[in-house]
């Protein structure tokens, strides 16, 4: 297990220096991505000291990466409401307290806020979803493939605005960079509302020149169950984030889940 833990941060600072050292950016192909805007993300580099991320008209109203000391959502990662009573469990305290953790709130300019509920390096097994048939969780599971065993899941529960039920995106960190033409995560409600988040190595140099990086992946892709590209974010440098029109409640999950995958913690020990 160490060996594969290695071998996918090799990947990953491999990828990320040969971009950098070359000046490319997330290359988006085809009319798909007509009219796509583009953010540039401030706040990432030394985002642990004070942090808060901003892009375009959003920007992070509170961050926490040890959000289950002393809060109010120690109880776990929940679907519902974090201090709803009535709220069913997903993932244990005792999972949580092991991992590493991240909480933050997005806010837009119009006064409308998310929240995220992240834990990284889950192994599938920890995953406690009792009786509760509404959890996406089932959802993401089976959608990954009968016998999926991972050792390095990112979860995350998502709240828009007052609503009592969050999305539930589920991530393999490892398997996102050993195979981003293959892997798919997702991003869910319920089997009826849910998208997926691809991993891309495509780059785009100043030329414009389009190519693929030899390994890993250096950004994801955030498509409906259409298959219609709805966002994107880049992990180069700072992050960029790219965001389709589409309603105000979409648009800010959809920037919400761009933050959380630039966010999420990347430590594979």
């Known amino acids: 297990m160490k060996s594969i833990k290695l071998n996918y ?14 000046s490319m950016t997330l290359a988006l192909e085809g009319e798909e991505w007509k009219g796509v805007k583009e953010y540039k993300v401030k706040g990432r580099n030394g985002f642990k000291f004070k942090e808060k991320l901003s892009f375009g008209n959003y920007a992070s ?19 519902g409401i974090p201090t709803d009573e009535y709220y069913q469990r997903i993932i244990t305290t005792n999972h949580i307290h092991k991992k590493q953790t991240l909480y933050f709130s997005l806010g837009d300019d119009a006064g409308n806020a998310s929240r995220a509920y992240c834990v ?3 192994d599938a097994k920890d995953f406690n979803v009792g009786h509760n048939s509404f959890s996406a969780v089932n959802l993401l599971l089976d959608l990954a ?18 609503s009592a039920y969050g999305w539930e995106l589920f991530l393999d960190n490892e398997a996102a960079v050993a195979h981003p033409k293959k892997y798919v995560g997702y991003l869910a409600k319920n ?12 780059v785009k140099s100043k030329k414009g ?7 890993g992946s250096i950004g994801f892709i955030i498509r409906n169950k259409d298959g219609k590209a709805l966002a994107a974010v880049s992990l180069i440098d700072n992050g960029m984030i790219y965001l389709m029109d589409t309603d105000p409640e ?13 966010m999420r913690p990347e430590d594979l020990e």
Request: glycine residues 6%; charged residues 15%; aromatic residues 10%.
């Open 9 to 22: 941060l090799i990947l990953f600072l491999l990828a990320s220096n040969l971009v950098i050292g070359q």
């Open 61 to 79: 109203l509170d961050v926490d990466r040890s959000w289950t000391k002393g809060t109010e959502v120690t109880a776990g990662i929940t679907q």
């Open 120 to 122: 990284s390096r889950l």
């Open 145 to 162: 493939g009968p016998g999926m065993e991972s050792s390095n899941v990112f979860f995350t529960n998502i709240f828009v605005g007052p």
């Open 191 to 202: 089997d009826k509302e849910y998208y997926t988040i691809v991993p891309t190595a495509k």
């Open 209 to 215: 020149k389009v190519s693929s990086m030899p390994f």
């Open 250 to 262: 979409e648009q800010l999950l959809l920037a919400t889940t761009c933050a959380v995958l630039l």
